[in-house]
C-alpha cells in the first residue's frame, strides 16, 4: 500500500481527526487530534490492508518556543507489508497530555516512561507511568528547550560528589 493510499483510507474513516498529511523522503506524516490518537493507532494497527503491528518508536519534541506546543511522535512499521508512517500530535505546553497507546502496542510502555520522564508529557491510563532515566529525586525535564543550560543537579540528589564540587 503506497503514502496516497493509506492517507485515503484513514481520512475516509477519519475526516476529522486527521489534521494534516504529508510526504518527506518517501515517509508519510498523519498529524491526528490528540484526543483520536488512541482510535486512529488502533485503526492503522488493527486494519489489514496497513497492518501497523509495530510500534518501532515513540518520542516527544519540544516545539514550544515556535509553536507553543509539545508533539507526540509515533513510528509505525508493518512488518508483513513492509511500509512505515509516522503518526504525530500535538500538545499544549500548559497541558502536555494525551491518552497511552498501551493498549495497542505494549512496547509503548517504556517509550511512554521515557518522554514522560524526558519532556513531562503525561500519559493517559498508563499502566505504571514513572521516571524511567532519571533518579526519582531529580527535578525537572531535562530535554524540554527550558530545562537550564548546565543542566546540573544538586550532587545530593544525584548521590554521587564529584571532584570538581565542593
Excluded at 518520542?59 to 509553536?67: A, N, Y
Excluded at 491510563?125 to 548546565?150: C, S, V
Excluded at 543542566?151 to 544525584?158: D, H, M
Aim: some cysteine; overall charge negative; proline content about 5%.
Amino acid at each position: 500500500m503506497d503514502n496516497e493510499a493509506i492517507t485515503t483510507l484513514v481520512k475516509k474513516y477519519f475526516p476529522e481527526e486527521i489534521v494534516n498529511s504529508s510526504v518527506f523522503r518517501n515517509e508519510l506524516t498523519l498529524q491526528v487530534k490528540k484526543e483520536s490518537v488512541v482510535e486512529v493507532a488502533r485503526f492503522l494497527k488493527e486494519n489489514k490492508d496497513m497492518d501497523f503491528d509495530f510500534l518501532s518508536d515513540l518520542c516527544g519534541v519540544d516545539r514550544v518556543e515556535h509553536d507553543g506546543v509539545f508533539e507526540v511522535v509515533y513510528h509505525l512499521y508493518s512488518i508483513h507489508k513492509n511500509h512505515r508512517l509516522r503518526l504525530k500530535t500535538r500538545l499544549p505546553s500548559d497541558n502536555p497530555c494525551v491518552s497511552t497507546v498501551t493498549t495497542v502496542w505494549k512496547t509503548a510502555d517504556w517509550h511512554e516512561r521515557e518522554t514522560f520522564d524526558m519532556f513531562g508529557v503525561r500519559f493517559d491510563g498508563h499502566p505504571d507511568l514513572r521516571k524511567i532515566l532519571t533518579p526519582d529525586d531529580f527535578e525537572g525535564h531535562p530535554l524540554r528547550k527550558d530545562y537550564p543550560l548546565d543542566g546540573r543537579q544538586p550532587a545530593t540528589l544525584r548521590g554521587v560528589y564529584r571532584k570538581d564540587e565542593p
